[in-house]
């Protein structure tokens, strides 16, 4: 039984989402789990918060789902999904912006240059297992949103330019111009040890992972 499971896991994408609509929906948590930390990233690095981040990714698994059949395999599994969290990330920052009045300090599009980030830790900071990934975490959250997004997919979550590109619907030449300004913007000393700091910045695992892949299951059981 054990080896079984094990070789489920091993799936491709493609071939859990063939097993998924064919009726085996439960198997849809492997898709999650493969994917949380990606789809966590992408999503804070645009809401900015850990816990509408989870309330996002949540919006966009369940909208996946009910629109597998549509998956055409024209690209990766991993970026149509990407896109969907991008997007329901996208749709959640917009609906504020229409009741949240633009705050001093911000241009006219409400992109502010010197944003002011909580020093109230959170959860998800309290369990960083080193102080660098914290630093990481708050520098990233200065930079504008339109070079946020970039940084995440590309420098920590190290997806090639092309597969950015595609994710946030931007040209490659874009994505390189705004990694190449996000870097700038970054302090050096912080830019020149992220390789070390990135795998635990951002933690998405143990009991948020498991909380979104059983709430989502659960929403698609009830579907």
Not at 4 to 21: F, K, W
Not at 51 to 59: P, S
Not at 108 to 135: C, F, H, R, W
Request: hydrophobic share 45%; with cysteine; glycine share 4%.
């Amino acid at each position: 039984m054990m080896d079984a499971v094990l070789d489920i896991e091993a799936l491709p994408d493609e071939d859990i989402v063939s097993r998924v609509l064919s009726g085996e929906r439960d198997l849809f948590e492997i898709i999650m789990r493969r994917y949380n930390r990606r789809i966590y990233r992408t999503v804070r690095s645009i809401v900015r918060d850990s816990v509408e981040a989870e309330d996002v990714m949540q919006d966009a698994y369940v909208r996946a789902y009910t629109n597998l059949g549509q998956f055409a395999g024209l690209a990766k599994f991993s970026t149509w999904l990407t896109r969907i969290a991008v997007n329901e990330a996208l749709s959640r920052v917009k609906m504020k912006k229409r009741v949240v009045h633009i705050q001093p300090g911000e241009d006219s599009n409400g992109v502010g240059m010197n944003i002011y980030v909580s020093k109230t830790p959170d959860p998800e900071q309290n369990v960083l297992a080193k102080e660098l990934a914290s630093v990481l975490e708050e520098a990233v959250d200065s930079l504008p949103e339109a070079y946020r997004s970039v940084f995440m997919l590309r420098q920590i979550e190290d997806m090639s330019t092309a597969e950015t590109a595609e994710c946030l619907d931007l040209s490659e030449e874009a994505v390189k111009v705004r990694l190449f300004r996000a870097r700038a913007l970054l302090r050096d000393e912080i830019c020149s040890r992220i390789g070390s700091a990135s795998p635990g910045a951002f933690a998405f695992a143990g009991r948020r992972c498991d909380r979104i892949v059983a709430t989502v299951l659960d929403r698609i059981r009830r579907m």
